[in-house]
Structures are given as C-alpha cells and as structure tokens.
C-alpha cells in the first residue's frame, strides 16, 4: 500500500519507509493540492464541533472535495443530502460514529475508499520492510459481484506454497461466509497468532478448495537476483520483484550493477504476482531502465495531470524483457506500461490485473483514517489500466500440466515455460543489439545509484 498522510491541509511526502503496505492491500502515492471545503453554516459548526460528528464531517468534506468516481455512483447534490441526513442525526460516542461513516461510504460502492479506525491507521504505519503475521494474501474486493478476490499471494507465504492463486474468489473462512463482507472484516479473520490454523474456502474455475493454513510471520523482502545461462553459454541477469516497497529502488540498483559487472548480455525482469506497493519506488526503478519518455501521468477528477518523466540516469540500455501475469498489479503496471510504450523492451505472459487507481490516505481529527481514491494512473501512451489491464506483446499461459505442481522454487528454470519463452526473446534482441556497442556506465549515474 501507499501511503499519503494528511494532516490538515498538508501532505507529508517523506520518510517513504514508514509508509506500509496494510494487510496487503495497496494504494499509490502522488502530490494532492486540495481545494476549498463545503462551508459550513455557523449553526452546524457548533452542532460538530468536539463531537463525534467532527469526525463524520471531515470524511464527507474529504469525499466532497478529492474523490475520483470512477464506478459511477456519485453524485454531488445526491452527496450533500447525504451529509445533512448524517449530520441530523445524534451519535452517543465514537463507535456509532464510525459505524455511520462506513454507510456513508457504502454509498460510493468503491472497495477502495474506506474509513479506518485508530488501531487499523497505526497498523498501517508499520514499516514496509518489517513482517507480518497471517498467510500471506493480498486481496480486495470484485465491486461487480462484492466477492473477495485474491490480488496475488506473497512469495514463500503459507498461502502460496499452498498454491492459492490470484484472480482466487475467497467464499468463507473458518465456515464464516465473506459475501458482502468487508475488507477490514476478511482480514481480521485472517489475521491471527502465529502457528494457528485457519480454513479458507476457495472457489476457483466453479470448483470449490478448502485450504487450512498455518498462520506464520510474513517476512516482505522485495527482490531475488542471479546470472542464469542458456544452453549456448549467454549470461542474463535474471531479477525477480516481488513488492514495490522502500527498499526496493536501492535493491534493484545492486542487482543491475551486480549482474552488469558480472557480463550479463541482456536481463528478464519478473514482475508475476508482484501486487504493486509505492508509487515513487515503481517510478525510480523505471528510470534505472529507462533514459528517457514519460513513465506515467495521474489524473484527477478535475482533469489535473501531474506527468512523471525519466531522468536521463538509466544504469543500463542492455535487452530487457518483462515477465507479467494475472497478479502483476498497481504499481507493477505502471512499470510494464512505462517500458512498453517507451518501446524499453517486451512484455510476456498473461494480462495484468488491472487496478490503475490511485488512493490517498488521510489522519482524521482522533487520530483515525480514511483511504480515498483520488485519481487514476496513464500509461504514457495515455492507456487506462483500471479494469482493464494491460496485455503483453507475447501471451504465454503457464503450461497446463504445471499449474498445479510450478512453485516459487521453479521460477525461472526449466519447468518454468514463461521464463524459458522470455529467455527465447531476450536472445533475439541480444543478437539484434550485437551490432550495437555495449552500454557503459555513466558515472554520475554509477555515483547516483550507490548512494
């Protein structure tokens, strides 16, 4: 997840390592200029004022002034009637406060807008580079049928050497049913202490799998790297990223320098079932691969772009090709995309998720949250991803007899008949870029890179 406070009328955009990826559901990070509120008449200022209405209010003026509908359902005058009913009514304390503000926002129909209470905004505070304890999915909800759906499990999770699989539809835990459920429900369920069970019903291809999982500490290391070789002796450096978290961009340099340094002709970058996390990380690493061309642009419900470009210090211009999938999501798209139509290099494997929305996430007056969407990514090419997704240059299903039995540890071996369809292409390019002399470091950007 990505993480904007607000405190008042200000963002806080430092300190990127306390931003944290909550319960493994993810948001990115832009600027956001706000505009004037509702004003409020005198009476209903001294109506809200130290009162649990002061809360309610500030969600609604939040909602009012940034929020992005990209579902349909708002309405503005529909909005401020809203508001006025919400208001009349009387609230004894905190808690039937917060239970009004979540109808509040049910009225949005957007799984991704949500009020948290004071323990759920601290948790969201962890470090992104810490653990967590539970199984290890990321999920979210499916607006059209208000299922649970698996985004991607995390590598080397109980939920994914289980072999739960995004695009998974979660239908109850522990015979509790999750239709209708919310996100912060689900994820209670499946929270828990370490080493107890809990029992996920899965409902996949119209089949029904019972998975019981032993909950277990979920350790979020971003990247795995190697020189692999093909069968004619052709080095390539193979990454794999897992997370856009904090460490990632100073990750993703010592990779590309190391395997550089190590005669890699080309690289493969394995962004599969990586569900995205920071926005500023996604677009530092596109520019160590990218020299330059837009990498991405945000757009607000009021039209205004903020267009994000590379920066001339790209660490290398070798061959490179992108492995995406089903769970490549947020994030992992805005790099796919970037690279793509920046012509960078191609992507392989299955269309992307599609969740092209950006979230801003805010502290409220007693110390509780809201996480709203406030406007929505642009490939350079100007493509929307939301719902959509993004598909590759070359679509390649992972072989049906390996479905079942390719796990983390196959990932870019020989069972691995995406990566093996990847290492294919990058030869091709290598040989077209033979011709061409080898990319040298620059060594403002070498300096750059390992600071």
């Known amino acids: 997840m990505q993480i904007i406070l607000n405190n008042q009328n200000h963002i806080l ?23 004037p509120s509702y004003a409020l008449q005198k009476t209903t ?4 004022s130290n009162s649990p209405k002061e809360v309610i209010d500030e969600v609604w003026q939040i909602v009012f002034r940034d929020y992005l509908d990209s579902y349909g359902f708002y309405n503005k005058e529909k909005w401020i009637s ?22 509040m926002l049910s009225e949005l129909k957007d799984p991704y807008t949500r009020f948290l209470t004071p323990k759920e905004f601290n948790e969201m505070r962890i470090d992104t580079s810490g653990e967590l304890t539970g199984v290890g999915i990321q999920i979210t909800i499916d607006n059209a049928t208000d299922q649970i759906l698996v985004v991607s499990p995390i590598e080397g999770s109980p939920a994914s050497r289980a072999g739960i699989k995004s695009k998974d539809i979660i239908t109850s835990i522990d015979g509790k049913q999750t239709k209708g459920m919310s996100i912060d429900n689900v994820v209670k369920l499946i929270r828990g202490e370490r080493s107890t069970e809990v029992e996920l019903e899965i409902k996949r291809d119209n089949k029904i799998i019972l998975f019981n999982l032993l909950r277990d500490r979920i350790e979020i290391s971003s990247i795995d790297s190697r020189l692999n070789e093909t069968k004619s002796g052709l080095k390539i450096g193979y990454i ?28 493969i970058l394995d962004l599969r079932s ?54 490549s999501a947020s994030a992992s798209e805005i790099l796919s995309g970037a690279i793509k139509d920046n012509k960078r290099g191609i992507l392989i494997g299955k269309k992307t998720f599609g969740k092209g929305l950006v979230q801003s996430v805010r502290s409220l007056s007693d110390g509780s949250g809201l996480t709203v969407t406030i406007a929505k990514y642009l490939t350079p090419n100007g493509i929307d991803i939301n719902r959509n997704g993004l598909k590759p240059d070359i679509e390649i299903d992972v072989k ?25 292409e990058l030869v091709k390019l290598i040989k077209i870029n033979s011709s061409k002399s080898e990319y040298k470091f620059n060594k403002s950007n070498l300096e750059s890179a390992l600071n």
């Open 45 to 48: 200022k001294s109506l809200i």
């Open 274 to 327: 990586n569900p995205g996390g920071l926005l500023e990380v996604s677009i530092d690493i596109a520019r160590q691969w990218i020299n330059k061309g837009i990498i991405v642009s945000t757009q607000t419900r009021d039209g205004i772009k903020d267009v994000r470009k590379a920066n001339g210090k790209a660490l290398t211009n070798k061959p490179l090709v992108i492995l995406i999938n089903e769970g």
């Open 13 to 35: 955009f430092r300190n990127l390592k306390k931003f944290i990826n909550n319960n493994f559901k993810l948001f990115l990070l832009i600027f956001l200029i706000s505009t």
């Open 400 to 424: 049906s007899n390996s479905k079942i039995n390719l796990n983390y540890e196959d990932l870019a071996t020989s069972r691995d008949n995406q990566y093996k369809a990847a290492e294919t």
């Open 240 to 267: 794999r990223l897992k997370q856009f978290n904090a460490n990632a961009s100073k990750e993703m340099r010592n990779s590309i320098i190391n395997l550089d340094k190590s005669y890699a002709r080309g690289f």
């Open 82 to 103: 809203i508001r006025q009913k919400f208001l009349s009514n009387t609230y004894t304390n905190n808690e039937e406060s917060y239970e009004a503000i979540r109808l």
